[in-house]
């Protein structure tokens, strides 16, 4: 079976951020960062060249796939910073409504900056996906 390509690893999530060309990109990042690192408890790390994840879950598909990802996490794309909810928006559809300017794909989150948000429906939001993550994944390891 493939591994995953987007793998954890040792670059630094500060170095990746400072490099981030857009100034506001770059410090709604840094906030992110922040929120991400205070709903968790985990240490941010670098998934790939451009993910920056919190906290950790095993994960088995019904096709026998499995893996480890992260709990949270976020990515300050060209087009949007794009923030992975993983546990998807089923639930969410009250907080989504308060959130402000956003679209959400299957477990991200796209915003063009946060003062297009509210942040504190935005740190609601990560912490009750958190809370089920870590309730339906008994395994998960919250980081190092």
Known sequence: MAKLKTQPNKQSVVDFLNNVDDD???????????????????????????IVGFGSYKFK???????????????PRKQNLTLYIMSGFDDYEQLLKQLGKH???????????????????LQQLVRKSVEHMKKTNPGEKSGD
């Open 24 to 50: 506001t990109k770059r410090q709604d990042s840094f906030t992110i960062l922040d929120l991400m690192a205070s709903e968790t408890g985990a240490d941010p790390i670098m998934w790939g060249d451009s």
């Open 103 to 121: 679209s959400t794909g299957k477990s991200c989150l796209y915003i063009k900056k946060l003062e297009d948000v509210d942040q504190d429906v």
């Open 61 to 75: 598909y019904a096709s026998g796939r499995e893996g480890d990802w992260f709990l949270t996490g976020f990515s």
